[in-house]
Structure formats: C-alpha cells, structure tokens
C-alpha cells in the first residue's frame, strides 16, 4: 500500500476514528528542513480515509 512505502503506521481504527504515526525521514524534508506539506497531507489523508471508511453508510 501507498501509505507503506512512507512509512505510515496504523495505530488505531474504529468507528469514525483512526489514529496513524509517521516518522519523518530526511527524504521527506522540504528546503527549510522540516516535514514537506505533502508529506504531513498523505499522513492525514490517510487517517481521514481509514476513519471515513470505518464509519457505517
């Protein structure tokens, strides 16, 4: 899965919820040395996937 090869980790899922961490390597350090907004955006568009998809429709 995407959110593998960047090293995402699933913590927690339930209904609504996710709760995911992410250890931010060299490789995803923007020109100023800190986490790259795309990197933190795929952090949470992963949770907000994960929580969305837990919830009944």
């Known amino acids: 899965m995407f959110h593998d090869l960047l090293g995402i980790e699933v913590l927690e899922v339930k209904e609504g919820f996710a709760r995911v961490k992410a250890r931010v390597e060299r490789e995803f350090l923007n020109i100023h040395g800190t986490a790259h907004g ?10 907000f996937g994960l929580a969305l998809t837990s919830s009944p429709h």
């Open 38 to 47: 795309g990197f933190i955006f795929t952090l949470a568009d992963v949770a």
